[in-house]
């Protein structure tokens, strides 16, 4: 009889108990590391909701007299995002092309325009604001350019990857017809993931309204301005107000736009 066997079990079931037991421990560090660093507790919390309430309470009920004023920041807050979507859009499709390896063959080109994608997406839409205030002052046209930072490299990432979907098959049948490069793009790549682009688009417009609504708190214009500025004046119900307005702009965006785009991508029910 092979006494091997058995004992080839044990140890492996002794490595799996053992990995286990590392691993609970690994995350039980890390989560009492976290706990400790943010001060976070039950206690606190308990003690807070006096507190929490009683502000709760102040807001009630809503401040009516300023819908007028907020109407004006939430449509300025739409106007950043239209416009910071469209440029940073506008920007990042023509990169995406030098970022997709089925399109470029040069590497060092590829890998400094997926670099450029990674550092516009790693810094917060709220970061950047907090640049573009400084450097063009305040208002809502930081605010365009902070989206438009941002999904340069967001969009970028997204679109290049699409490109890199593209059949190609059907490439190579259009380009034997003796078709040039430009026509090979239009006809071969981007009619083929339109569909795709456009849904990016829609979904980032959507992020961009709500990144914009809080990009007014650093200056940069729109629905958050107003915000800040009673949060700061300790106008409570205008707060509450300010908040139901937000609210509900946001959500007639997002329904707005994702039945645009189920029109586009045409996704059909599994019934």
Request: net charge positive; aromatic share 8%.
């Amino acid at each position: 009889m092979d006494v091997t066997k058995p004992l080839l079990h044990q140890s492996s079931s002794d490595s799996r108990i053992m990995r286990r037991l590392l691993t609970s421990l690994v995350v039980v560090t890390i989560y009492w590391w976290a706990i400790q660093g943010t001060n976070t507790s039950l206690t606190h919390i308990l003690e807070g909701i006096p507190f929490m309430a009683g502000y709760i309470k102040r807001m009630f009920p809503p401040d009516l007299s300023i819908i007028n004023r907020l109407m004006v920041g939430a449509a300025e807050t739409i106007q950043i995002a239209i416009m910071g979507t469209t440029l940073g859009a506008l920007v990042a499709l023509p990169l995406s092309f030098l970022a997709a390896r089925n399109v470029m063959a040069v590497r060092v080109i590829y890998q400094a325009t997926r670099s450029l994608f990674d550092v516009c997406r790693a810094v917060n839409e709220i970061v950047w604001a907090l640049l573009f205030v400084a450097m063009v002052g305040l208002g809502p046209f930081p605010g365009v350019l902070a989206l438009a930072v941002h999904l340069v490299g967001a969009l970028g990432r997204y679109f290049s990857e699409a490109i890199e979907t593209a059949n190609p098959e059907v490439i190579k049948a259009i380009v034997a017809t003796g078709a040039n490069r430009t026509l090979v793009v239009v006809h071969g790549i981007l009619s083929e993931i339109k569909p795709l682009i456009m849904g990016y688009v829609l979904y980032y417009f959507e992020h961009s309204v709500r990144a914009a609504t809080i990009l007014g708190l650093v200056g940069a214009g729109g629905i958050g301005f107003e915000l800040i500025t009673s949060i700061r004046l300790f106008k409570s119900q205008e707060v509450l107000t300010t908040l139901i307005v937000m609210m509900l702009m946001v959500v007639a965006v997002d329904r707005i736009s994702a039945y645009v785009r189920n029109r586009i991508v045409q996704v059909e029910v599994i019934e």
